[in-house]
């Protein structure tokens, strides 16, 4: 399943995104990836591989592919041949970036995506998926308006007139976040 920014760009074509991000609920062998990859006469550049994680670039596009436990729950979409994970499913996946690293390409992504979906239908996804163990409303508050670590990243290159500045994104995340937090805690309480 392709999901992540590349899968996000692709529905809704806020900017450009060039790496591919697939998840797997199956366990996989990366020697016969590889292999399977050499027979295709692409040129591959493994980066990384581990248990249940495989990073490379192929023909020069960043490829990752994870183990990842957790259901996609969102209307399955298709592009091409390839199966790509629905905006809500990707939006709780921003949530939890945002909470382990928050680049700011993952506080783009989320901005664009709650221009058209409301958070608490993305709280309410993200304790589906993950659980109220993985949802903690207050630090996941703190790190939507923890700005630092994604102030040095560059600007994501837009499309289609999406062009917004930094600053916005900032201010946009200030004004709601006492909200998002209301939304994350009725989440965890309806469950």
């Given at each position: 399943?392709?999901a992540g920014g590349?899968?996000?760009a692709?529905?809704?074509g806020?900017?450009?995104s ?6 797997t ?6 020697e016969?990836l ?7 006469k692409?040129?591959?550049e493994?980066?990384s591989?581990?248990q249940g994680t495989?990073l490379?670039?192929?023909n020069?596009?960043k490829?990752?592919?994870?183990v990842y436990p957790y259901p996609?729950?969102d209307?399955?979409?298709?592009y091409?041949t390839?199966?790509i994970?629905g905006i ?6 921003k949530l939890?970036a ?7 390409r ?11 979906v409301?958070?608490?239908q993305?709280?309410?996804m993200?304790?589906?998926?993950f659980g ?5 409303p207050l ?12 102030q040095m ?7 289609n ?8 994104i900032k ?6 976040v ?14």
């Amino acid at each position: 399943m392709l999901a992540g920014g590349t899968a996000l760009a692709l529905q809704i074509g806020h900017r450009v995104s060039v790496d591919l991000d697939f998840f797997t609920s199956l366990e996989f062998n990366s020697e016969q990836l590889i292999q399977k990859i050499k027979k295709t006469k692409l040129k591959l550049e493994t980066l990384s591989e581990s248990q249940g994680t495989f990073l490379a670039k192929i023909n020069g596009i960043k490829f990752s592919l994870f183990v990842y436990p957790y259901p996609f729950l969102d209307t399955i979409q298709t592009y091409q041949t390839v199966k790509i994970s629905g905006i809500l499913d990707i939006a709780a996946m921003k949530l939890i970036a945002i909470y382990q690293r928050g680049t700011k390409r993952d506080f783009v992504d989320l901005y664009f995506i709650l221009k058209s979906v409301p958070f608490h239908q993305i709280a309410s996804m993200a304790m589906q998926r993950f659980g109220k163990e993985r949802v903690n409303p207050l630090q996941i508050g703190k790190s939507l308006v923890y700005f630092s670590d994604a102030q040095m990243d560059p600007d994501p290159n837009y499309k289609n007139k999406c062009d917004v500045e930094w600053e916005t994104i900032k201010a946009f995340f200030k004004k709601h976040v006492k909200q998002f937090v209301l939304d994350l805690e009725n989440a965890i309480t309806s469950e």
